[in-house]
């Protein structure tokens, strides 16, 4: 007797962005964007908040309404911003964990803050950190024109110009 097996259509790529505010929202969402509709993927907005009630800034443009790619929006309640990301990246399975970072350099032990060192030290997916600051432009349907990666050769090399050329 031989079994036969259904062969399952393949899990659309998934972009889990973790935005904390109205500055980083902008360039978090043009940069997992466009890596969501380059994949053909689906992409997850999630913010993490104490009270759990939604932020007046986090609305989507009105030309992503009839975009290509499937974008939810999550507002999460949790005491820990880390722990909520955590949490929901375990709960998700996303492929990839985009998360942003402001560029300041925090005082003590932490290496680029108390919400960024543990997800970057326990996330169980690819992560892109992203500078992001409130300078960026909205975002454009069409995708970027360029992008920078900066590789000094390490294991994370190969993914991160993976992910350019098919941005």
Request: net charge negative.
């Amino acid at each position: 007797m031989t079994d036969q097996f259904e062969e399952l259509p393949p899990k659309p790529f998934h972009v889990l962005t973790a935005v904390g505010s109205a500055d980083d929202f902008n360039p978090l969402l043009a940069v997992s964007y466009a890596i969501a509709r380059a994949q053909s993927g689906n992409l997850t907005i999630l913010t993490i908040r104490s009270s759990g009630q939604i932020p007046d800034w986090l609305a989507l443009p009105d030309d992503l309404n009839s975009s290509d790619v499937s974008i939810h929006i999550e507002v999460q309640q949790h005491d820990s911003p880390a722990g909520g990301i955590l949490d929901w990246t375990s709960q998700l399975s996303p492929d990839l964990l985009v998360v942003g970072w402001q560029g300041r350099l925090p005082k003590g032990r932490y290496l680029l803050g108390s919400t960024l060192d543990p997800v970057l030290q326990k996330v169980g997916c690819d992560l892109i950190v992203v500078k992001a600051n409130a300078n960026w432009q909205p975002l454009s349907v069409s995708g970027p024109t360029s992008i920078l990666v900066p590789t000094a050769g390490g294991p994370n090399t190969s993914l991160a110009l993976d992910t350019a050329f098919n941005t």
